[in-house]
């Protein structure tokens, strides 16, 4: 029995290798043959995938697995050993390739993310974090600072306008001139999301963000995450581990053990996926 | 469960203090025992022993210890209760809140611009009716304003700690001094050189520290202000330990200030015979250079840039993913903060007239530092405050000489116990709203929070990792 798996799975990864982009028309976001190594570890080794423009694309795995390594190649935290991430802005644009840039360069390009553990400015208020979210929207330098110029503050109250409208949008308004430290955690959660969606992003990659919430948090949080995909003009990518969440709001899942990917599908056919089972469950 | 400090509380927690206070007490006499009990007597060179100072020495360590455990419970005690009461009323709690706003508008704005009035009134008519001393020292102080604003850029800001702050502050000094002492350039056109001088080497020292935070920077800086320090020793230009004299004080379009307008102070406005007006032009200089540091200080810290610093401080990798580059942040903030080092130099330099190399010793970037600590951190009201206590406290504590530094280590140690964000800490800007102003939260509003938290009862916050 075990051989007979052993073969599938090598059957499919050398499928995934070949077909980049496959079953995926119109992609925002490719990766292509991404690895990533330290020292002897392969954290990531030659991962093809690709992200549907304005869907909903989940990233799922056993720890350790290489997720958030994903993560950090694709927004410039590590700069990946091999491979390519191309970022199709539109479709009348030419791609661009995204690999070995800086983080806050490809933040501007339109990659936002959040963090597994919260990475929010702690001793500013919930309103400032969402404003340095509008940082590389804006333009004021050093000269726009000290004059205070008609041009800068035109900006920052525009800016101020826009990250308020945010916070109403997704409910922390009220927060506003709250110390994000003091803010409740599913707050905080909601915070660094909007934090993301402040920058203007064309995806949003989202690290567990469900990760020590409770029952009630996490279906407002599956709510927030559908109003994103409608209100935002944005593409989603999620790393999370709550089953019941993933398969309800994504519409593609790849599959991650080991540093490459075994599985990729809509929800429905990855539940069934006996490598998919043998990755989280082991066999005998 | 009540939250308040209650008298047999109080009580209790002491009892519990008694045995470690006693132990501290008998360690400190151990430990005191031979300077204390044995003193040298000169006059037939012999050893007198008695034990007459062991009591008072007993008793005091006993009591401070006392005190000082009580405080530290304290102080864990109202952390505790304030916890417990957030946990508890959380969502009534954050909408108390002015509500939040399209435009911005300051806090306690109504008063304050009043205040500021006062103050500059006051700052203006203050030399004129001081002593000569009185006026030395306030420059002093101002310069020390200047410093400790430029230096909260730097470390309170953006969290880059720079222990040889007072590098840049010797550049600016050192400018004026070798510009008018060999090219007789006058002070006005060497401040704004003093602080261009200071900023290029601010980037200077910023590029190789790029890749440097924490305590790697601390140990750069630190070297950097004992380098310049030493090769302002060494080099012959500089003319080394015995510095550079007879620098100008600035002038005022050529007019002798202590002649005719120093007739006409002394005889209608009484002002002190001993006077040298230069110092109070001095004063008057400094003091809009610190004006306008305020001023620009306040704008940065509320600006794309200012809070890019501020999330750099927060979390570095956080502000990257908001698409700021710590590269430029960084060195911003460095060349920035050095600036006014420079011109702050500038002006002690036309203050004392004199400037050699030991005036600008590590101790010096400690100074700087303490200010900007004790001050409080970030905090433009703060790190003024810090200044004043600290330059001018020493000159009213000269009877105390002796014990000075002792004094200042102790009260920085109570300060970073009890009182870690400084003596006035730092306070985000609010913003309220303009069109609902009332105060009033709407329903609405109340509906999300209690839907995002998920947590109407309290005992869903507990479970926060």
Known sequence: MSAGLDKGAGANAAGTGTGSGSGCVDPILSTVGISMVFGGLVALNSVDLSIERGSITALIGPNGSGKTTFFNCVTGIYKPTRGEVILYPALDLPSKSLKGLPADVITHEGLARTFQNIRLFNNLTVLENVLIGRHTRMRAGLWGALTRNRKTRAEEAAAIERSYGLLVTYGLDAMANELAKNLPYGAQRRLEIVRALATEPKVLLLDEPAAGLNIAETAALRDLISDIRENEKVSILLIEHDMNLVMKVSKKIYVFDYGRLIAQGPPDEIQKDPKVIKAYLGED | ?465
């Not at chain 2, 969290?159 to 006005?188: D, K, M, R, V």
């Open chain 2, 1 to 465: 469960m009540t939250h308040k400090i209650t008298a047999s509380h109080i009580g209790r927690v002491i009892w519990s203090e008694f045995k470690p206070a006693l132990l501290a007490s008998f360690w400190i006499c151990l430990l005191a025992f031979p300077i204390m009990t044995l003193s040298i007597n000169p006059t037939n060179q012999s050893f007198k022993f008695s034990l007459d100072r062991m009591p008072y020495l007993a008793l005091g360590t006993f009591v401070l210890s006392i005190l000082w455990r009580f405080f530290l419970k304290r102080r864990a005690f109202i952390g505790i209760t304030k916890a417990v009461h957030q946990s508890e009323g959380l969502p009534e709690d954050l909408r108390k809140g002015p509500k939040p706003s399209w435009l911005t508008v300051v806090k306690a704005s109504r008063y304050r611009r009043q205040g500021i009035y006062v103050l500059l009134a006051i700052m203006a008519i203050l030399p004129f009716i001081s002593s000569p001393y009185t006026v030395n020292v306030m420059v002093t102080a101002l310069i020390y304003v200047t410093l400790g604003l430029g230096l909260n850029v730097v470390v309170g800001v953006s969290g880059l700690l720079n222990l040889g702050y007072i590098a840049f502050y010797a550049i600016g000094a050192y400018t004026y001094g070798l510009l008018n002492h060999y090219f007789g350039l006058s002070f006005w056109v060497c401040l704004p050189l003093g602080g261009l001088t200071a900023t290029l080497m601010g980037l200077l020292l910023g590029f190789p520290v790029i890749r440097l935070s924490g305590d790697y920077l601390a140990i750069v800086t630190l070297s950097f202000g004992e380098i310049t320090r030493l090769v302002l020793n060494n080099l012959t230009v500089t003319r080394g330990p015995r510095g550079i004299s007879y620098i100008q004080p600035a002038g005022f379009f050529g007019i002798d200030l202590n002649g005719a307008p120093k007739e006409f102070l002394v005889n209608y406005l009484r002002v002190d015979p001993a006077m040298d007006i230069n110092k109070i032009f001095t004063y008057f200089i400094i003091l809009c250079l610190v004006i306008v540091t305020i001023i620009f200080v306040f704008r940065l810290e509320n600006s794309r840039l200012g809070r890019a610093w501020l999330a750099m401080r927060e979390d570095e990798v956080a502000c990257q993913a908001m698409g700021i580059n710590r590269t430029r942040a960084k060195l911003t903030a460095f060349a920035l903060g050095s600036t006014w080092a420079g011109l702050a130099g500038v002006v002690f330099a036309s203050q004392i007239t004199f400037i050699n190399p030991a005036s600008f010793s590590f101790l010096g970037s400690i100074l700087v530092l303490s200010i900007v600590v004790l001050g409080g951190m970030g905090s433009i009201p703060g790190v003024i405050l810090g200044a004043i206590v600290l330059s001018a406290l020493p000159e009213q504590l000269r009877f105390f000489s002796q014990y000075r530094m002792l004094l200042f280590g102790a009260l920085m140690v109570l300060m970073m116990v009890f009182r870690p964000g400084g003596l006035i800490q730092s306070t985000r800007e609010v913003y309220i709203h303009k069109t609902n102003g009332n105060g009033k939260g709407d329903g609405n509003g109340t509906a999300r929070l209690e839907a995002l938290t998920g947590a109407p009862k309290p005992e869903a916050t507990g479970e926060r990792p």
